[in-house]
């Protein structure tokens, strides 16, 4: 049975920037069609861009969209519940973006009115090295061209979660660059600070560029 922080985020109902639902679908393990292909890379879409997301996020499969909004208790149907295996999903995902994205999946169940219902959770880091960028296209529909709405993916792309709609994207808007490279300098200050401690406060300062390369220059003197 999956764990309190799990379970709250299949009980939640609510899709947020963090959190997406995704009904009972499998993983095509050897998807050659692109029919095929659309579960694997709208799972795929979502990754990248929880990669992106602060904090990262969690895909809950299992839990589909009624016609009124609202997201179903279904779960995982049998036959779709075995497909999702990290090593089969970690391999589909070689070459997909740089950097790699890192994921786990776990397969349980829950107790839903006295019946087992079993859902597939797939959590994301926020990528240590941001921007997580896509480096492979992938069409939709090859017979048609090649527009931003019959892609799957699009090389070069950033791929951010929108909060309205809330949605997985490319990334398009300042706000969303923003934000995304106020982290990207966050990320890089503490970098710094874990290769040269002493030297990154200097009257309260950062520690400037010369600062670093002086100290690296002393360091490899040292260690000769």
């Known amino acids: 049975m999956f764990s309190q922080e799990l ?10 920037i963090y959190l997406e639902y995704k009904q009972s679908m499998k993983w095509n393990i050897n998807a050659k069609s692109d029919a095929e292909k659309v579960v694997n890379f709208t799972i795929v879409r979502t990754m990248l861009a929880m990669s ?15 016609s009124n909004g609202e997201f179903d208790m279904a779960g995982v149907k049998k036959v779709d519940l075995n ?9 589909f995902l070689n070459g997909v973006s740089d950097p790699p994205i890192h994921f786990s999946i776990e397969r349980d169940y829950l107790n839903i009115k006295g019946k087992k219902k079993w859902f597939v959770v797939i959590r994301v880091p926020e990528s240590e090295y941001l921007p997580v960028i896509c480096i492979k296209k992938e069409i939709r529909e090859r017979s048609k061209p090649e527009t931003l ?3 799957h993916l699009r090389k070069n792309a950033i791929y951010v979660r929108g909060k309205f709609p809330i949605e997985s994207h490319e990334i398009s808007s300042v706000a969303e660059w923003r934000e995304l490279i106020d982290r990207m300098i966050i990320k ?11 030297v990154i406060q200097k009257e309260k300062t950062i520690a400037t560029v010369s600062d670093i390369r002086k100290f690296l220059e002393q360091k ?5």
Not at 11 to 16: A, D, H, P, V
Request: proline share 2%; glycine share 12%; net charge positive.
């Open 52 to 66: 992106n997301n602060k904090d990262g996020g969690v895909i809950v499969v299992g839990r589909g969209q009624k």
């Open 149 to 151: 709405g019959n892609m």
């Open 188 to 198: 890089r200050k503490a970098d710094v600070a874990r290769m040269a401690p002493h």
């Open 7 to 16: 379970s709250d985020y299949i009980l939640r109902g609510k899709e947020e």
């Open 83 to 91: 497909s999702y295996k990290q090593d089969d999903i970690a391999r």
């Open 220 to 224: 490899k003197k040292n260690d000769l």
